[in-house]
């Protein structure tokens, strides 16, 4: 009965920023790592940020610098904040739990939980 609802897509321009936002329910949140992912058309599901039940994060080359993942235990929220956007960022971003409440993994089968995706487009 896990649930997930994701927010804060829309439209921005190149260089711009947006700030993702993911509601939990139906688990102890603190408990668990959370994940970010994304998938723009015709492509496969692509990791992007990870952060553990204390913190601890971890980030896609492809973001590292751009992006932060942080989540808000009480709140049952995770975020990622979204600076320097570039064309190439347009795709549908995910919010995920992770299975366990140990361990870490950028593979979209180790998370078993998944929000409706938010798109996010990036003009050129």
């Known amino acids: 009965q896990v649930q997930l609802v994701e927010s804060g897509g829309g439209l921005v321009q190149t260089g711009g920023s947006l700030r993702l936002s993911c509601v939990v329910s139906?688990?102890?949140?603190?408990?668990?790592?959370m994940g970010w992912f994304r998938q723009a058309p015709g492509t496969e599901r692509e990791f992007i940020a990870a952060i553990s039940r204390t913190g601890g994060t971890g980030y896609a080359d492809s973001v590292k610098g751009r992006f932060t993942i942080s989540r808000d235990n009480a709140k049952n929220m995770v975020y990622l904040q979204m600076n320097s956007l570039k064309r190439e960022d347009t795709a549908v971003y995910y919010c995920a739990v992770y299975k366990t409440m140990y361990g870490w993994s950028s593979q979209p089968s180790m998370y078993d939980y998944w929000g409706q995706g938010t798109q996010v487009t990036v003009s050129s």
């Open positions: 139906g688990r102890t949140f603190s408990a668990y790592p």
